[in-house]
Nanobody, 133 residues
């Protein structure tokens, strides 16, 4: 069973940037899909970005982004394969939330295009991001 831990949250002014890190208890490359979510009180958990397995012939793994963050947020995996990052640029107060990383075992077929919480079975504890205007 994989264990996940987020870090890098904090307070930032609007227009600023943060990079969140998701450290895993095992190497995730080619073993797990990893995704980032966020949640504010009273709302459902929102899928932001996901990184999937590297293809059979190498090359970069497929990625998925929610429309709300595409172009501002970037998901990546470190060379060692046991950490995943979420680079967040041009932050605004609406980005204030608790951010979670999550993992799931890949399923047959192409990776999903949408980042959906019910697809993921392993979760970190979350890290708070606060953006002030």
């Amino acid at each position: 069973q994989i264990q996940l831990m987020e870090s890098g949250g904090g307070s930032v002014q609007a227009g600023g940037s943060l990079t969140l890190s998701c450290s895993a208890s095992t190497i995730t490359r080619n073993k797990y899909y990893i995704a980032w979510f966020r949640q504010v009180p009273g709302k459902e958990r929102e899928g932001l970005a996901a990184i999937y397995k590297t293809g059979p012939f190498g090359g970069p793994p497929p990625l998925a982004y929610a429309a709300s963050v595409r172009g501002r947020f970037t998901i990546s995996r470190d060379v060692g394969g046991d950490a995943v990052y979420l680079r967040m640029n041009d932050l605004n107060p609406e980005d204030t939330a608790v951010y979670y990383c999550a993992a799931t075992v890949p399923r047959p077929g192409p990776p999903p295009r949408a980042v959906v919480a019910s697809d993921y079975h392993y979760w970190g504890q979350g890290t708070q991001v606060t953006v002030s205007s």
